[in-house]
């Protein structure tokens, strides 16, 4: 049974910074693409960033580069998100996800999600 469990979300001021956590098990992490996606209240869910399955090239949604960073640890099959310069509008449930398909940018790319975890950033 594969289990992605996110962690580290929580409240944070404008400006500050947070690091997301995604533990996988059931799978073998080392073969698949990982993504976060984010969901706020009333909107719909979008592509936050997403690494290839051996770190080798990040993709970034233009609202978050320069203030973001994915990176994984295969030997922990773990996926970060260091989130930096936080915005209100960054306040959102994040989710992580595993994909072993050719794309990493939309959601349907992706075969497992996980059960996200809240961000909230104050002004």
């Known amino acids: 049974q594969v289990q992605l469990v996110e962690s580290g979300g929580g409240l944070v001021q404008a400006g500050g910074s947070l690091r997301l956590s995604c533990s996988a098990s059931?799978?073998?992490?080392?073969?698949?693409?990982m993504g976060w996606f984010r969901q706020a209240p009333g909107k719909e869910r979008e592509f936050v960033v997403a690494i290839t399955w051996n770190g080798g090239r990040t993709y970034y949604a233009d609202s978050v580069k320069g203030r973001f960073t994915i990176s994984r640890d295969n030997a922990k099959n773990t996926l970060y998100l260091q989130m930096s310069s936080l915005k209100p509008k960054d306040t959102a449930v994040y989710y992580c996800?595993?994909?072993?398909?050719?794309?990493?940018?939309?959601?349907?790319?992706?075969?497992?999600w996980g059960q996200g975890t809240q961000v909230t950033v104050s002004s």
């Open positions: 059931g799978l073998t992490f080392s073969n698949y693409a």
């Open positions: 996800a595993a994909g072993i398909g050719l794309g990493v940018t939309r959601g349907e790319d992706y075969n497992f």
